[in-house]
T-cell receptor, first 114, second 111 residues
Framework: ETGVTQTPRHLVMGMTNKKSLKCEQHLGHNAMYWYKQSAKKPLELMFVYSLEERVENNSVPSRFSPECPNSSHLFLHLHTLQPEDSALYLC?????????????FGPGTRLTVL | QKEVEQDPGPLSVPEGAIVSLNCTYSNSAFQYFMWYRQYSRKGPELLMYTYSSGNKEDGRFTAQVDKSSKYISLFIRDSQPSDSATYLCAMIAGSARQLTFGSGTQLTVLP
């Protein structure tokens, strides 16, 4: 398998559930990202990891908890979410963090919170 | 004021038309400019990447950057129904973690 993969592709959860989103990159990259994409809004950067260390946390509520066990895998743990958290969650990776390092995106997980 | 402004559309054109997609920005520190294409139910894929003022061509696609006016454009020649997608402009000031996106323009090319 190549590129950036995400599982599950679709997720429906209640506000009291706990679930996790998984991202895996097969590109040998060192940086990984979580984005939130809501309808008619720009992609919002949530978290950035470089060499498994979190380097950016864009004021994301604590009900979203990222985990990066190695440079190929990234998780987003979800608990007690709100209906307004329903969105497409995209994972991306890049070789590094310099400006010329292109980000490659996965297909996303479509999350619906009931 | 948003850092990056992009007309959301939707934009509908006949097959074969020339399409012009545009973004304006306010942060003069932006150095690198990208266009991503996002098909329905897919993640964004990089289409064009440029870092200097002027034009860059790749097949039917031309990216144009005017740093003095803080304006970037993507032109699609001989548009095809397969070009129907949402086009996102994006730009970076320094670090790749500071990638800032426009809200996207939804394009439909009618056969």
């Amino acid at each position: 398998e190549t590129g950036v993969t995400q599982t599950p592709r679709h997720l429906v959860m209640g506000m009291t559930n706990k679930k996790s989103l998984k991202c895996e990159q097969h590109l040998g990259h060192n940086a990984m990202y979580w984005y939130k994409q809501s309808a008619k809004k720009p992609l919002e950067l949530m978290f950035v990891y470089s060499l498994e260390e979190r380097v950016e946390n864009n004021s994301v509520p604590s009900r979203f908890s990222p985990e990066c066990p190695n440079s190929s895998h990234l998780f987003l743990h979800l608990h007690t979410l709100q209906p307004e958290d329903s969105a497409l969650y995209l994972c991306a990776s890049s070789q590094g963090l310099i400006g010329t390092d292109t980000q490659y995106f996965g297909p996303g997980t479509r999350l619906t919170v009931l | 004021q948003k850092e990056v402004e992009q007309d959301p559309g939707p934009l509908s054109v006949p097959e074969g038309a020339i399409v012009s997609l545009n973004c304006t920005y306010s942060n003069s520190a932006f150095q690198y400019f990208m266009w991503y294409r996002q098909y329905s139910r897919k993640g964004p894929e990089l289409l064009m990447y440029t870092y200097s003022s002027g034009n860059k061509e790749d097949g039917r696609f031309t990216a144009q950057v005017d740093k003095s006016s803080k304006y970037i454009s993507l032109f699609i020649r001989d548009s095809q129904p397969s070009d129907s997608a949402t086009y996102l402009c994006a730009m970076i000031a320094g670090s790749a973690r500071q990638l800032t996106f426009g809200s996207g323009t939804q394009l439909t090319v009618l056969p």
